[in-house]
């Protein structure tokens, strides 16, 4: 069965530091990829998804992730974050050879310290 | 463009009691997801539409748990009766096109449940 891991349930990160969020998936072949960020009180919104072709996945807001395929890693990247990305990051995957559903992790809560 | 609206944003019930929820898609768009998300996890898929078809309700608890999409637009809810485990966030989303796996979804802020 495929499913999403993210190892860290929170991370802490200084306003201006850089920030990686980890995202493993176990699934036979390469599944699409997916990020989302869930701001308070906000809905779930799409960062950028990978389908195919550059493994490096440029996002919204600054972000970007990087299919690893030996890894079977889709991590989160911003070089600089800001207050305002304060907020619970979701790693999703769907898979490539069927018309189905999203698997999601459990997010990462980020937490920006001033 | 207006996105996904969902009401009530909060509702609290005691137990036993019946419960609706309200979504609203984005226009146009053709497929209506529900989805349930507990405290520290990811969204769980309950139903999905395609236009007022029901074409995923594999994890719809049936027996207390209904939902429509009268005119393949608004869709709605229900809980009856509501139990403790219920205690949720309530998740709307719409798609335009039919495939879960490739489409970008857009969600609404959600319905918080709390059932007492």
């Known amino acids: 069965a495929q499913s999403v891991t993210q190892p860290d349930i929170h991370i802490t990160v200084s306003e201006g530091a850089s920030l990686e969020l980890r995202c493993n998936y176990s699934y036979g072949a390469t599944p699409y990829l997916f990020w989302y960020v869930q701001s308070p009180g906000q809905g779930l919104q799409l960062l950028l998804k990978y389908f195919s072709g550059d493994t490096l996945v440029q996002g919204i807001k600054g972000f970007e992730a990087e299919f690893k395929r030996s890894q079977s890693s889709f991590n989160l990247r911003k070089p600089s974050v800001h207050w305002s990305d304060a907020a619970e990051y979701f790693c999703?995957?769907?898979?490539?050879?069927?018309?189905?559903?999203?698997?999601w992790g459990a997010g990462t809560k980020l937490i920006i310290k001033p | 463009e207006a996105g996904v609206v969902q009401s009530p944003r909060y509702k609290i019930i005691e137990k036993k009691q019946p419960v609706a929820f309200w979504c609203n898609p984005i226009s146009g768009h053709n497929t209506l997801y529900w989805y349930l998300q507990n405290l520290g996890q990811g969204p769980e898929l309950l139903i999905r539409y395609e236009n007022e078809e029901a074409v995923d309700d594999s994890q719809l608890p049936k027996d207390r748990f209904s939902a429509e999409r009268l005119k393949g637009v608004d869709s709605t809810l229900k809980i009856q009766p509501a139990e403790l485990g219920d205690s949720a966030v309530y998740l709307c989303a719409s798609s335009q096109g039919t495939s879960p796996s490739t489409d970008t979804q857009y969600f609404g802020p959600g319905t918080r449940l709390t059932v007492l």
């Open positions: 999703a995957v769907a898979p490539s050879d069927s018309n189905y559903q999203l698997i």
